[in-house]
Each structure stands twice: as C-alpha cells, then as structure tokens.
C-alpha cells in the first residue's frame, strides 16, 4: 500500500526541511556532493531534480521514509518506499523480533508503539501499570500510550513525580514534532500540554537512577517503583510502517524496584 500525503512544491519542501535541520546550502551542497550553485537553482525551481538526486538530498537531511515519498512526489516520480500494515506477511519476521524483544525483557515491562505512540504490544510485565485506570475510555484501542500516561484520569494519579515525569514526555514530543514535521504529532502535543501539571518535586524516597535519568516513579499496589527507559528501532528499515516502530523498555532504577518485579514474577509463577 502506498502512503497518501499531500503533495507541495520540490521547491518549497526542499527549504522546509533544510530549514527545519537547520543546514546551511553549502553544508548540504557538500553531503550530497553537488555544488551550491546547482542546489540553490533546484531551491529556486530552475533546475529539476533526478530521482538519485531527490533520495540523496533525503538522505542527506536525515528526513523520514514518509517525507521522502512525498519529495518523491513532489518531483514528479513515484513513491519509492511502501507502507504495509504490521500484520502483512513481508512483515512476519519483524513483528516476530518484536515479540522476543519484548518477552525477553520480563520481568521489566516493555511496549511497542507507532509512530503516534499508539499502542502496538507490551509484555505481561506491563498489566500491573494499566490496573485501575480510572477512565476505561483511555483503553480502548488505540491506546495512546502519552495520553494513557498524562491524563488526569489516567496514569498521571500514580505517577509520584509527575512534574519532571510530564515536562520529559512533552520535551521528547516536542522534538519529535520538530523533527518529522508530522501533524498529527504537533496535534497530540497540544492536547497533552493542555492537561494540568504538578510541581517538579517528587515526596517519594530518593531512587538511584534519578543523577543520570529522568526515571519514572510509578506508585503500584501502594508501592512506588521507579524505571528508567530506553528506546529502540529498527536499523534499515524499507518499510514506513516498520522505520516508524519503536521499543521503549523499562529498567528498574533502584535495588528496591528489581526486587519488587522478582516478587511480581514469582507471584505470577
């Protein structure tokens, strides 16, 4: 399936995006091996693009598959990446990989999302999280895993220091919205800034992982618990559907939380 995107100017999407990374004409002049002079013409509209030129200028701005389609388009040649759903059978390996990720982590919870941050999959580790949400709309799929966290009648109850917790969430957000350049992301960052915050001070126990992370202190079943976190993707996808997957996954931030998690699983046993 072919993504659908509206279509601009070359022209116009060319300086978008050397704007938006911030790359002078030269230094991208220079990465795509061409000289300034023919890459201001291409800017200008005097010059039109090959279709090796549009995916180098991509590649060289760092811009995501889904935005390389649409220069493509914007040039007059086809989209050049496809866009299949998760469960498409070309995708069964990666999928697959996924799922082992995210068992393989148990104990520590683990999800997998879009790039909207909608819920994909999670390992067993994360149920203790979603009991006792109080509204059961926010689960209901897709679970947005942003808004799950800040709603005031979601996660956000729980979260003990959610000040610092909320202003992480949004930073990231917001770099991604600067980043990709995508709509619907800058959407969802308007609704989350709109939710009501607290002071950036945690009254939970000092926790290990607060000197080189912003951890995630999360109270479950009257015990507080606190995670740091890592992202992961996968590293030459072709695909829009699989370059826009990610894996976050939780590490405990403290002796007290990893045993807290070994509990959990010889409970569950």
């Known amino acids: 399936m072919q993504t659908q995107i509206a279509v601009s100017s070359f022209s116009d999407l060319l300086k978008e995006w050397r704007s938006r990374r911030r790359i002078s004409q030269l230094d991208l002049a220079l990465e795509a091996e061409i000289s300034q002079r023919h890459l201001s013409f291409m800017e200008s509209g005097r010059a039109k693009p090959s279709r090796e030129m549009v995916l180098r200028l991509a590649e060289g701005l760092d811009m995501p598959l889904r935005r390389r389609n649409q220069m493509l388009l914007a040039a007059g040649f086809a989209p050049g990446f496809t866009e299949r759903k998760l469960d498409d059978t070309a995708l069964a390996p990666a999928m697959l990989a996924v799922e ?56 956000a109850p729980r979260i003990r220091n959610l000040g610092p917790w ?104």
């Open 100 to 155: 082992q990720v995210l068992k393989g982590h148990e104990p520590n919870p683990a999800i997998a999302v879009d790039r909207q941050w909608n819920l994909i999959a999670g390992n067993r580790a994360i149920g203790p999280f979603l009991a006792g949400v109080e509204d059961a709309e926010l689960l209901k799929p897709p679970v947005n895993v942003l808004r799950l966290s800040l709603h005031p009648r979601g996660l």
């Open 166 to 269: 909320r202003a992480h969430l949004l930073d990231r957000l917001h770099r991604q919205v600067e980043t990709s350049g995508d709509e619907g992301l800058e959407r969802l960052l308007g609704e989350l800034s709109a939710y009501p915050g607290q002071p950036g001070i945690s009254k939970s126990r000092p926790h290990e992982g607060q000197d080189i992370a912003v951890p995630l202190q999360i109270s479950i079943d009257g015990e507080v618990l606190s995670f740091i976190s890592t992202i992961t993707v996968f590293g030459t996808p072709l695909d829009i559907s699989l370059s826009e997957l990610a894996i976050e996954s939780f590490f405990p931030a403290d002796a007290a939380t990893r045993a807290i998690l070994q509990r959990m699983v010889r409970t569950a046993a």
